[in-house]
Each structure stands twice: as C-alpha cells, then as structure tokens.
C-alpha cells in the first residue's frame, strides 16, 4: 500500500499535532525523504516525539524507516520496462544528468567561483565518502590546468586544516545533499576562521550551501540508491566547467601544460 494511502487510512487516528505531520509530508510528496525531523519540526512546530509517534501509528519504526519505505515506493520508476538494451537506458540517464546539470549553471556564480580560486593564496577540497573520490578527482583535473589544489577526505585532517585557514585561503565543500554532518563542520571552521568558500551542491538552501560564498548546484538526488554513477557523473561535470573556466580566465597555454604533463608520465607505461 502507498504512503499516502496508509496515512489517509490511519488519520483518524492521529493526534492534531500528528496531523500537522501528515499534512506536510502529504504536501511535499517524494521529496519528504530528502527532509531532516529538523526541517519538519520548522514546517510543523511539533517536537521529535510527535514526529516519531506518526511514524509508528503508520506502521512504520521511525522517521528514516518511513523515508526508506517512500523511497522504495518510487524506486521500480528509475528502472527500464525490459531488461533489452539496459546498457541503452544507463547511457541516457547519464547524458540526461548531465544537461540537468548544465541546465542548472549560473554564469555569475560560476564567474565568481573561478575568480575565487584564481586569487586563492591555497586551496583545499572537502569530501567524504563518494564526494571524497571527487574531491580528489577535481584536485587531479585542475592540476592539468596548472592549478594546485589539496584534496582531503578525512573529517578529522578537514577540521585540523580548516582551523588553520584565513581570509586568503578558499575551501571547496562537495556534498550532494549539502547536509553531510563532517562535510559541513570543516567549512564552518573554516568559514569562521574568514576563509571563502565554494559548495558543490543539489540543495541551494541547505546548511553547506547557506555557509557557502558561492554554490554551483548539481542535478542528481540521491537517496536508496547513494553513490550513484550519475550523481558522480553530474559532479565531474561540474568540475570540468571549473577547469575549462579556469583556463578561459587565467588564458592558460593547455595544449603546453598538457604536453609537459604528458612528458612527465609518458615513460611510466609499459611497453
């Protein structure tokens, strides 16, 4: 049975304050899962207890177990009718994701973010987890653009390094969600400390977007299926642009910092 049919079927029996529950998530739909009980309890006034004991009346043991059975609901949707050509379907979902992306650039954030790193004394990127591969792989990308950047996925070097930071250095935070709890506390020291910073982000009004100087937004939400190829994929995308840019503003030779870098490596091949 659908969620919105199991809370029509039991509200009822819901308290007037359980009702103010119901109401949201009924109003927001499928994008209750991206909520916190934080972001309920803003919307609703209710307290942790009242949103916990909705729950429970739907059948359900708690907020995230709620969350997880709404997200299965709409899972079989992401899926191709036939297993025939699945490789055709991952291919569009892909391409898709990253013209949402693009779609979602905002040439003045994106101006402002470039010029950010440009006059940037040193530059750190933050991530854990998946957007800790990123982290790295965006510090890779702008090294072929002459651009020297410390990644770091360790929330404890992240709060260390942050704590150190000043006003001419700048921090590249990368969180989907932009509510990753590590992700978030590096840049707060670091905001604190007068350090600038960039969020790489789907949410423009969460917690690590509204630190952030400046947010260039990507495109795929992620919930059941986290670490996604897309999410990623929407991601590089992003860090692409900000190479490229880098690259366009600071007129950068690429075609000779390319070379020398291919000199560097070429003879660790073998054969």
């Known amino acids: 049975m659908a969620y ?55 059948g359900y043991s708690g907020f995230t177990d709620f969350k997880i059975a709404i997200a299965k609901e709409d899972f079989p949707k992401t899926k191709p009718a036939t297993a025939d050509h699945y490789y055709d379907h991952i291919a569009q979902h892909l391409s898709d994701a990253i013209k949402a992306t693009a779609a979602l650039i905002k040439p003045k954030n994106l101006q402002t973010a470039i010029q950010m790193m440009t006059t940037a004394n040193r530059i750190w990127i933050f991530g854990v987890g998946g957007s800790g591969e990123i982290a ?17 996925a360790d929330p404890h070097f992240q709060a260390q390094i942050a704590s150190l930071l000043g006003s001419s250095d700048l921090v590249i935070g990368i969180s989907l969600s932009g509510k990753t709890k590590d992700t978030y506390d590096a840049l707060k020291i670091a905001h604190d400390n007068g350090a600038k910073v960039i969020a790489i982000t789907n949410a423009t009004v969460s917690p690590i977007a509204r630190l952030a100087d400046v947010v260039l937004q990507t495109a795929i939400e992620e919930f059941l299926n986290g670490g996604s190829v897309a999410g990623r994929v929407s991601q590089l995308y992003i860090c692409n642009v900000l190479a490229e840019g880098y690259e366009q503003m600071n007129h950068v030779d690429a075609l000779a910092l390319k070379e020398r870098v291919l000199r560097s490596i070429i003879d660790k091949s073998i054969g």
């Open 136 to 152: 790295h792989s965006l510090s890779s990308i702008l090294l072929r653009s002459g651009l020297k950047c410390t990644p770091e």
């Open 4 to 58: 919105a049919d199991i809370m029509n079927k039991h509200y009822d029996e819901l308290t007037k304050s359980e009702k103010k529950v119901a109401d949201y998530v009924l109003s927001v739909g499928q994008k209750i899962i991206y909520a916190t009980m934080t972001d309920i309890k803003k919307a609703t006034h209710v307290g942790d207890a009242t949103i916990i004991r909705f729950c429970q009346k739907l």
